[in-house]
């Protein structure tokens, strides 16, 4: 009984082994084969992968945007912060007089950052793109910097992206409307100040900027401003002007000394304009390229002899030359080559430091008084009449045979004609201190409502207590 029950045990367990045998290959075979639903899925997603990675490559074939060109871009908008920011606040602050030393700071530092919304909000707009009165002014397209995609490429320059553009250009519209302050500090309120930031860019700087950078009728015509002879310098040395007329002179001019109260913290100032308008110059090549290079050697040449050529007029007509002549010297040559930067060879930069500063002087020292206004830190004596020099200057300068660049380069079997460009470039000029001129008095009328200068007693006692209640300096 027993051994029937274990051979009937070892055949049940026989052949259970021998269906296992012969089910395991099968089960095998199932394993390596995938089942039909997942190679279909598979198959469709391989195609879909190959497409995304195809279409991911040509786009970035398609970008124009240069990474090179967007850094240098970059860092030129952030040396064009610091030509403000600490630059012409601490400048113009050292000129001033020691009981005005903050409220100048604070002039400068609250037109800029006014001048910087204002930019975002309508003024990129009404500057760079194209409106129903193109000849003068943008259109509305862009107000609050509308349609802008992060990875964009600007549509003035399409090797950057839009928002590095706004923000570079940004910069110029701010200082321009900071260096114009120059002109009727130290006795102007604050409150006109603000409406003189808002309103001042929307009559003068928008539209002439358009005019010559925007596809306006100045550009239009020929003219060349490489980085701002007359969209910033003769912009803000004509306003600085005009408003110095309209505020009136401060008190004791002409009748007590007004000497600068720190040429040191004028010296600083100037040394980090000098370091920031490389951003300025250099950076308005668009790129990392030769031109911005030429701008570059421009930029030290002009400024270099622009600074001996002060100081050694002031050695010959007063016999020493001065810290504060070499300050001036220096933004003279930065101004006046401006407008020339990536045009004129680096004889032809030396040639407008070279020329800039005497004419510069006979303004700050003779027609000044001569004219009897009073442009406080002589805003148009260097800005407007250097900028004069250099905008008019690079219609003869440019040409090749003096080692420039015929502007923006000549067509093959083209010629320059220094005659026609030089009357071009007159014209332009011209235009521009008259428009300036104009909005900047209407805007000085409107101003005006809410009065324009502090009263006398506040005058005397200094801005910075009455005007910001603190001081820069205690005893």
Known sequence: MNLWKTLRLGG???????????????????????????????VEAAPATVTEVVEEEAAVEESTIDSGDTAWMLVSTVLVVLMILPGLALFYSGLGRSKNVLSVIMQVSTVAIIGFITWALWGFSLTFTEGPANAFVGGFDKFFLAGIGVNQPSSVLSNIPEYVFVSFQMTFAAITAALAVGGFAERIKFLPLVIFAILWPLLSYYPLAHMVWGGGFLAEDGALDFAGGTVVHINAGVAGLVGAIFVGHRLGYKKEPLPPHSLVL???????????????????????????GLATVNTLLATAAAAFSWIFTEWVTKGKPSGLGFASGVIAGLVAITPAAGFVGPMGSIILGLVASPVCVIFCAGIKSLLNYDDAYDVFGIHAIAGIIGAIGVGVLTAPQF????????????????????????????????WVAVATSIVFIVMKLVGLRVPKDVEQEGLDLAEHGEAAYHS
Request: glycine share 14%; hydrophobic share 55%.
């Open 12 to 42: 049940a367990a026989l052949i259970a082994a021998l269906a296992l045998g012969i089910a395991a290959p099968e089960m095998a075979a199932a394993q390596e084969t995938p089942a039909p639903a997942a190679e279909a899925i598979a």
């Open 403 to 434: 080692g420039g660049t015929a502007g923006w380069g000549l067509e093959e079997g083209q010629t320059y004609d220094i005659v026609a460009q030089t009357i071009t470039q007159t014209f332009a000029v011209g235009v521009s201190i008259a």
């Open 266 to 292: 004028t010296y600083i100032g100037a040394a980090l304009l000098w370091v920031g308008w490389f951003g300025f110059n250099a950076g308005s090549a668009g790129a990392a390229n030769g031109l911005a």
